[in-house]
């Protein structure tokens, strides 16, 4: 993973899926406190990895597709860049489906956030 340095991953703890040939041929012989502690050690290297492709961003205008309010506040909207990175920024009455150039100010791990700028 680090390696590759991807942007983000969606990660799961294993299991068999019913009627597989792993399912019929191998045993699922790895305790479930030992898929736990993996899958949290693969999460805890995403979260560095994706706050630090994030952090690259801070600074940079981003062109945005508005996809509606964000989740953490209704005077914000979020949406996605060319990257499908998630930007939320204040709203000034986008609506979905509008493109907004963005200004990258700050980030989490997860998303990125800035103001928009006037055309």
Known sequence: M????????FMFK?????GTPAEKK?????????KARRLEEVIRLQQQLSLRSNQEDVGKVVE???EGPSRRSASHV????SHNKVVVFP????RPGDYVR????????ATLKG???QD
Do not use: I
């Open 2 to 9: 680090a390696w590759a340095g991807f942007d983000f991953a």
């Open 14 to 18: 294993y299991s068999e899926r019913p």
């Open 26 to 34: 191998h045993p699922d012989d790895v305790p479930e406190a030992d």
């Open 64 to 66: 945005v597709l508005v």
């Open 78 to 81: 979020s949406g996605r860049n």
């Open 91 to 94: 709203d000034q009455g986008f």
């Open 102 to 109: 963005v200004e990258v100010t700050s980030c989490t791990s």
């Open 115 to 117: 103001v928009a700028l």
